[in-house]
């Protein structure tokens, strides 16, 4: 199906471990982001890509790593999962960049225990 | 620095009432605006967006926002209420000059009225 995909829809994962998101979109957008969404704190962007191999750092990157070897995923990595981790995790993906507004993922609700 | 600023954490209206939530923001460039609703459990959904022209703009689901340039305000209104409204929604602002700037507020709570 068209769209922008996100799994797992949800994660519990221990201190410590290696956590990766997955972000697959089908329109071959070139820009592509990934947002936290925490109570209080409202989205944050952590990294972003404006196309194949090119990737930036937002808001909040660190302990968090991303990669996008293809132009429709975009994973991002959770080195060492921290309980500051927990959050709700949204892709987004934009064929315009921000001139065009963004379409989102249905969210990765990860939990770090 | 832009910024987004959402008045009313939470708004509560009657069911064929008019629905008003308010958006002020700050730039140093000319901001491109955007709304956006959140259901429970989902993403994001793009409602409307100002970019160029036409200050008053049209969304789905019968909203419309305009963008008042001298009160930096992009306010969100729908004339009727209806059940399904009762969602999240955020203001967005982004610098016409950096795609990567996009800056969220921290949202409203709409909840309907039966």
């Known amino acids: 199906d068209a769209g922008i995909t996100q799994s797992p829809r949800y994660k519990i994962t221990e201190t410590g471990r290696q956590v990766t998101l997955m972000c697959h979109q089908t329109?071959?957008?070139?820009?592509m982001f990934w947002y936290r969404q925490d109570l209080g704190h409202g989205l944050r962007l952590i990294y972003y890509s404006a196309a194949a191999d090119i990737t930036d750092k937002g808001e909040v990157p660190d302990g968090y790593v991303v990669s996008r070897s293809k132009t429709e995923n975009f994973p991002l990595t959770l080195e060492s999962a921290t309980r500051s981790q927990t959050s709700v995790y949204f892709c987004?993906?934009?064929?315009?960049?921000?001139?065009?507004?963004?379409?989102f993922g249905s969210g990765t609700r990860l939990t770090v225990v | 620095a832009q910024s987004v600023t959402q008045l009313g954490s939470h708004v509560s209206v009657s069911e064929g009432a008019l629905v008003l939530l308010r958006c002020n923001y700050s730039?140093?460039?000319?901001?491109?605006l955007f709304w956006y609703v959140q259901y429970p459990n989902q993403g994001l959904q793009l409602l409307l967006k100002?970019?160029?022209?036409?200050?008053l703009v049209k969304g789905i689901n019968g909203f419309e926002a305009e963008f008042k340039k001298s009160e930096t305000s992009f306010h969100l209104t729908k004339p009727s209420a209806h059940m399904s409204d009762a969602a999240e929604y955020f203001c967005a602002v982004s610098e016409t000059t950096s795609y990567d700037k996009v800056i969220f507020g921290p949202g409203t709570s709409l909840s309907v009225i039966p």
């Open positions: 329109w071959s957008h070139s820009y």
């Open positions: 987004a993906s934009s064929g315009l960049g921000n001139r065009s507004g963004y379409t």
């Open positions: 730039s140093s460039v000319p901001p491109y």
């Open positions: 100002y970019t160029t022209g036409a200050t």
